[in-house]
């Protein structure tokens, strides 16, 4: 069969065996043999989404990342924190990779103004625990040609993520481009809730 491969985690269909309403969190560690860096996350996952952009951390065999977000007061760097670095100081996100292995712990928003400030991205195939939150939809899905996957097979991956239950995006979800504009129209003054 000639099937797409959107992530490994998530090919089999088998996407919503973990999901686990208690859970309050884990250690994302990354990929390194030795020397790990720990980061602990006291708090379940939210906005799980596949991410189809250059940017986000996925493993090698992937076509789109995983990827949620929890309030950043509830991450710390709890091992080898020396080993990581900022990716692009200049990002919106600034992805605080493990300069051995490379893998992404944490994405971090300074901007005070943004709308998503207050929240970190994790990658929750990181941790060894189970229960995170599911993925729900798949983002940036038309940046993955920028990634290097031929554009006749757009169609093709559209109809796969619908397959696996994830609603293809070519930005974010219709309720986090809400959330985007609820803030700016706040700001604008032209409403006030
Ligand atoms: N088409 C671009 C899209 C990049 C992009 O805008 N990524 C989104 C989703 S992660 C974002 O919010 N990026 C902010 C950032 O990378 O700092 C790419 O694939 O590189
Ligand atoms: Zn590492
Ligand atoms: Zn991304």
């Known amino acids: 069969m000639n099937q797409v491969s959107i992530h490994p985690l998530i090919d089999d269909g088998n996407n919503t065996a973990s999901e686990n309403h208690d859970f309050c969190g884990g250690v994302l560690q990354c990929l390194c043999t030795n020397n790990k860096v720990e980061v602990s996350v006291n708090s379940q996952s939210s906005h799980n989404h596949a991410c189809g952009c250059t940017k986000c951390w996925k493993p090698a065999d992937a076509t789109f990342s995983i990827i949620s977000v929890v309030p950043r007061d509830k991450v710390s760097i709890s091992k080898h924190q020396g080993k990581l670095h900022i990716v692009d100081e200049y990002a919106l996100i600034q992805r605080y990779a493990c300069r051995d292995c490379g893998v992404h712990m944490f994405g971090r928003i300074e901007n005070k103004s943004h709308p998503f400030y207050g929240l970190d991205f994790i990658h929750t195939e990181l941790s060894p625990q189970s229960g995170w939150s599911k993925v729900k939809f798949a983002a940036f899905v038309s940046s993955i040609i920028e990634g290097g996957t031929p554009p ?8 796969r993520l619908r397959e696996l239950g994830l609603e293809p995006y070519d930005c974010l979800s219709p309720e986090l481009m809400d959330v985007i504009s609820i803030h700016a129209a706040k700001k604008a003054g ?3 809730e």
């Open 190 to 192: 032209i409403i006030t």
């Open 152 to 159: 006749h097979k757009m169609s093709l991956i559209r109809n």
